[in-house]
């Protein structure tokens, strides 16, 4: 559940409705934060509420992403009502207070990235400069180390505070207006991102029920970028959604900003809960083929691969290979891609693959390799791309062209949403053998999926 409250967001009847049941939401919120964005700095005040007596531990950052090292530095000026213990090498703060008692803490988060941490400082610590903040929740927020249960109850509280330094952007509430308040489940805040810049530049448009935002930095010296990115975001966003259909969810962020330090490194993109987050090198966004490839694949996984339809970690020719496919698909249909380019960058893929050393490694095998190099990390990308070629062909070839590709894919969807979890290979053969004969598909994918067996040109290629 999440609900707004603040000045410009709500008015007449509805404001009378929230205020209502305000009282009831604001006693659930175990952590109640305001926050004061100023040049270089980020002023950080919380109320929690104990949800565990005595003393409850905060992890601040997390591991798993690149860059953390020495993360804790990051955070300055902590002081709390009550007693605490920082643990730098944990990057935990411990809170020691009397049962049940709120304790009131505050912090800054200031910028400490550095360029020679190369890509992974830039995309996921704390960029606070004096006109630009960007920051994913796990290095804003403190994350209580409790049991998961009782963490998937918490409800958290954010405030903006009045006169921000510049414009700001919350995925977790994209309406959200200095001096509003948005109440939400932890879960929901804890896997977000907060932008702004003095230059930021939201455009948003509703499609199929949900709500997208194109979050960007728009300034005079680079206007051409919101052109370019919005032709190329309402081409392909109506031709993902003739695609897909309908999607659950209400909003989704698309946020796009310049790496500050980096121009070695084209483009990289992180997702979190309800959208996706790119850095991108120079002036120009999408400034190449391989650029707009590379968002509109990680666009695409809104519906397949981490979206809903999936067929998990051990079958990434399906989540990665495609999705690749899917994308290079919807480009030329969408006009973005002249159309020739899906055949050629089939064939692309079909010469990557043939020339890869380890093409023949069965499927099970692969992510036993998949760190080791580049030529396992590609295999489950081009071998499952030329995997759906092939059901792309097949499926006009047996339909006389009354079936396409999506009408499979489609199927697929109904498929996963009717079942809320991932898709097996035998659902996946159950459907598509609606399209082709069931012995053909059964023994296509043993051979050139599970087996790891080259696909054959001719079974690809008219
Ligand atoms: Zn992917």
Request: one cysteine or more; hydrophobic letters at 40%.
């Amino acid at each position: 559940m999440i609900l707004y409250s603040g000045p410009g967001v709500l008015a007449g009847i509805l404001f009378i409705f929230i205020t209502a049941i305000q009282p009831s939401i604001y006693a659930n919120v175990s952590l109640d934060y305001l926050l004061e964005i100023r040049p270089g700095i980020m002023h950080v005040r919380v109320i929690y509420a104990p949800v565990i007596a005595d003393s409850t531990t905060f992890k601040y950052g997390n591991e798993f992403y690149g860059g953390m090292k020495d993360l804790l530095k990051s955070m300055i000026n902590l002081t709390s009502s009550v007693k605490f213990k920082v643990d730098s090498v944990k990057s935990t703060i411990t809170f020691y207070y009397p049962g049940n008692t709120p304790v009131k803490i505050t912090y800054d988060i200031i910028d400490t990235h550095k360029p020679e941490q190369r890509v992974v400082g830039e995309m996921f610590r704390p960029i606070i400069t004096d006109n630009y903040f960007f920051s994913l929740s796990h290095t804003l927020f403190l994350n209580p180390e409790i049991d998961e249960k009782l963490q998937d109850s918490m409800m958290m509280s954010v405030t903006l505070s009045k006169n921000p330094a510049f414009p700001m952007y919350f995925s977790f509430a994209p309406e959200l207006k200095p001096g509003g308040t948005i109440t939400l489940k932890l879960s929901e805040g804890m896997d977000a991102l907060v932008t702004g810049a003095s230059d930021l530049h939201i455009e948003k448009r509703e499609m199929a029920g949900i709500k997208n935002y194109v979050v960007l930095r728009i300034n005079e010296k680079n206007r051409d970028n919101l052109n370019r990115f919005m032709n190329y975001f309402d081409s392909f966003l109506p031709a993902m959604t003739d695609f897909w259909g309908n999607l659950n969810g209400s909003y989704y962020s698309l946020v796009a900003s310049p790496f500050l330090d980096i121009d070695y490194h084209d483009i990289s993109g992180t997702s979190f809960n309800g959208g996706f987050h790119v850095k991108y090198s120079g002036d120009a966004i999408l400034a190449n083929d391989a650029v707009v490839y590379t968002i509109s694949h990680e666009i695409m996984h809104r519906y397949i691969g981490s979206g809903c339809v999936s067929m998990g970690e051990d079958n990434q020719w399906f989540d990665e290979g495609f999705t690749d496919y899917t994308t290079w698909y919807l480009l030329s249909q969408s006009g973005i891609m002249p159309s020739g380019k899906l055949k050629e960058t089939v064939r692309d893929t079909y010469d990557k693959l043939s020339a890869n050393p380890v093409n023949n490694t069965p499927n099970e095998e692969i992510m036993k390799h998949f760190w080791e190099n580049h030529d396992y990390e590609k295999l489950p990308y081009n071998r499952g791309a030329l995997f759906a070629a092939f059901i792309d062909k097949r499926i006009t070839e047996q339909s006389n062209g009354s079936k396409t590709y999506r009408d499979f894919m489609r199927n697929l969807k109904a498929v996963a949403e009717q079942k809320k979890e991932p898709l097996t290979v035998a659902d996946f053969i159950a459907v598509a053998s609606g399209y082709m004969p069931k012995e053909e598909i059964e023994t296509s994918v043993r051979q050139y999926i599970l087996q790891g067996e080259m696909i054959p040109g001719q079974k690809i290629f008219n």
